[in-house]
């Protein structure tokens, strides 16, 4: 049965995920433990478009898991990578700057919290990843190569040196030099990768001169902490070390000629075969300026998607768009969008919206899949996001008044209300476009200013008849509240769409606004009461 349902794999659709899962099995037969297998260079900040790697293979492993398979999940952190470049968004550019060419992990954090700026970026992924319900196994490569724990690793690359040449020359237009090594050393006196490789004596010595200090000397692999791997060498070596049965990669690997190309060769020397994978699109924003890059330090991180998507609607994002698909992260009015695609999925999972049974298989493993731990017992009562919205502007962005405004919900439920509603207010605040957002007139603004041809007596009557709607509000519902106030405008002779205007100017300050009986309907009849009879009392 299903860990998170409790279903068979007979009820389920086939999602991408699980097409991987079977495609797993069937290339890599039955196994006591399956390796899947995700990582970066913790270069700067984690964005989102590296996270889409991590809860690709998440899904992945879940649907495994769900087939009863035993797996294990492990997330590399490259961080004995040379640091080539200081992102944009870093403080103390100058003193990161003196670090270049270091390995990323001796390179202090800037911020002063970390020992390393590594571990800086390391953590702020490995704190927030748990809150999208993701737990790998993290390996730390600083660690694994200064432990000279690849010693037969690299002796074995020394030893196939040729025949690793031969591989990568195939995807190269022009060879390596004849005096090419696959082993590279930061010196040991000025931590810095501008070595050069002199000599090997057959066994573990490696002799190397610093074109940066000039030291020179000859180290064991056995007992150093200098010497590693490059990558389109170290990424394969790993395979085979770990056991790896499925890593994804981006476009830029998976390109003709990229390191998976080569990785697929390579590993068949460390005595492994390439594990199952599949590219990864790239991953763009809207609405909130810039474009994705680690170089520049303009990111997105998941940490930043997490202020305006809860975390389920988060995962739904990824869990509903195939991974070889490029999609945009909206933070303008498409988040409404979403939020409504997402409660939508909600009720399709429940019974509660009836589709097609294809279209509803689908959209059912949708939601099982985004779903942070376990999907609910029964369907959870659902708040539209754009209704919080309205609800906190009107209430001024107390989250808390406006989650006791919904005394049946149980603990559980309340307390994901109020991550919605925290998203809601985040994305208000920050991203809605100006004519979206409102906050309710008090009796320290200004009289309004309307933005009508209705003259100033008609706008008195306008007023007055709304008033008068307001003392039966609590016999209307949004339909019947519609059109008492259609008759009031009526009744004055005033047009409809004057009405509106009036009645905005004098609520919010503006001539338009939500819409206008729900909103009505959400502020109450106190409220509206005291707000009509100022006007009405000022205006005299």
Request: hydrophobic share 35%; net charge negative; glycine share 4%.
């Amino acid at each position: 049965p299903d860990l998170y349902t409790g279903k068979t794999m007979e009820d389920k659709s086939l999602h991408w995920a699980d097409i991987y899962a079977d495609k797993i099995i069937r290339e890599k037969g039955e196994k006591e433990c399956y390796t899947c297998a995700s990582g970066i260079t913790p270069s700067g900040t984690v964005h989102i478009g590296n996270f889409r790697e991590i809860i690709s293979v998440d899904l992945v492993v879940r649907a495994l898991r769900e087939r009863g398979k035993n797996v294990r999940f492990i997330y590399s952190w490259d961080d004995y990578d040379v640091f080539r470049k200081v992102p944009k968004n870093m403080p103390k550019q100058e003193e990161l700057a003196s670090y270049l060419r270091k390995p990323i992990t001796l390179v202090p954090d800037p911020y002063g919290k970390e020992e390393s700026y590594a571990r800086h970026h390391e953590k702020e992924i490995e704190e927030i990843l748990p809150r999208v319900g993701i737990f790998p196994e993290y390996l730390y490569q600083a660690q694994r190569y200064r432990s000279s724990l690849y010693a037969e690793e690299m002796r074995t690359a020394l030893v196939k040196r040729n025949e690793i040449r031969s591989i990568l020359d195939e995807f190269r237009t022009e060879p390596l030099e004849e005096d090419w090594w696959p082993i590279s050393v930061f010196c040991t006196k000025c931590d810095r990768d501008t070595t050069v490789v002199e000599g090997w004596d057959g066994d573990y010595g490696i002799t190397y001169s610093c074109e940066s200090c000039g030291n020179h000397e000859t180290i064991d692999l056995k007992h150093t902490a200098a010497a590693k791997l490059p990558w389109r060498i170290d990424w394969p070596m790993r395979w085979a070390r770990e056991k790896v049965d499925f890593e994804p990669a981006g476009k830029d690997h998976h390109s003709e000629g990229g390191s998976f190309d080569t990785a697929r060769k390579v590993v068949q020397i460390f005595g492994w075969e390439a594990p199952v994978s599949f590219q990864y699109d790239f991953i763009s924003i809207k609405g909130r300026g810039g474009k994705i890059s680690s170089s520049s330090g303009d990111v997105i991180s998941l940490a930043d998607v997490l202020e305006v998507y809860q975390p389920e609607v988060a995962r739904f994002l990824f869990a509903g768009t195939r991974p070889n698909t490029e999609f945009a992260i909206s933070f303008d009015l498409d988040v409404l969008k979403i939020y409504e695609d997402y409660d939508r999925c909600e009720r399709v999972y429940f019974g509660a919206e009836a589709i097609n049974e294809k279209k509803r298989e689908k959209e059912r493993r949708i939601y099982e899949l985004s779903q942070v731990e376990r999907v609910p017992d029964k369907m959870p009562p659902q708040i539209p996001f754009r209704h919080l919205c309205n609800l906190l502007q009107v209430n001024s962005g107390d989250i808390q008044k406006v989650v006791r405004s919904f005394p049946e919900l149980s603990k559980d439920q309340a307390q994901r209300l109020e991550v919605r509603c925290t998203c809601a207010w985040n994305w208000i605040t920050k991203f809605s476009p100006e004519d979206f957002r409102f906050s309710l007139r008090t009796a320290s603004d200004p009289v309004p200013v309307f933005e009508t041809s209705v003259n100033a007596s008609s706008i008195r009557a306008v007023v007055a008849a709304v008033r008068a709607v307001v003392d039966k509000l609590e016999t209307y519902d949004e339909r019947t509240l519609a059109e008492a106030l259609y008759n009031a405008a009526a009744s004055v002779g005033v047009e409809a769409t004057e009405m509106f205007k009036i009645v905005y100017s004098v609520l919010i300050g503006k001539d338009k606004g939500p819409r206008l009986a729900s909103f009505m309907l959400i502020v109450g009849k106190d409220r509206l009461a005291e707000i009509l009879d100022r006007f009405l009392e000022t205006s005299n």
